[in-house]
């Protein structure tokens, strides 16, 4: 079972160009800088990964691995069409398959959605939702015999 969920939306992008494919589109100059934010965050603070599961859309390939040299090393990494164009299921598939702890690098709406429905009393605390380039933790309290709850423990905004 996954103990701690850290998720990640992808770093600020540029719009699509003309004849560009939505999955093609590349971090811009602030998302580059949003990205270089978070990875001095994660190297001043490690937090344990074991598995990240990353979409393959540009842009979220381009954040992680921004972020990646930052992360204690011994996690594996899956791409993940699925996370890009296949909704909240595909996340809680992803976050179902691993146990320990798992980054997802995804995107919006579907993360909230995700936050949603695992925590729904964090809501006050993502009034603003989950911009780019933001990192959340939440950490699952098993309770007796009962699957327990998630909680948030972390949000970072650059």
Known sequence: MTTHLH??????????EP????????????????????????AA???????VVCSTATRAVE?????RPALPNGFTVEWSDA??????????SALRSAPGSV???????TLEELVDSLAPTVESSLQDGIGTANWL???????GDDEGAWRLSEI???
Not at 19 to 41: K, V
Not at 45 to 51: E, K, S, T
Not at 103 to 109: A, C, D, E, S
Not at 137 to 143: A, D, K
């Open 45 to 51: 603070r490690p937090r344990a990964v074991d598995r």
């Open 156 to 158: 970072w905004r650059p």
């Open 83 to 92: 996370l890009y164009a296949e909704g909240v299921d595909a996340y809680f």
């Open 7 to 16: 998720l990640l939306r992808h770093a600020h992008s540029s719009w699509a």
């Open 63 to 67: 954040t992680f691995d921004l972020i």
């Open 19 to 42: 004849g560009q494919r939505d999955h093609q589109r590349p971090l811009d100059e602030r998302g580059r800088r949003e990205a270089t934010r978070l990875a001095g965050e994660l």
């Open 103 to 109: 980054l997802l690098v995804g995107h919006n709406p």
């Open 137 to 143: 933790t939440l950490h699952h309290e098993p309770v």
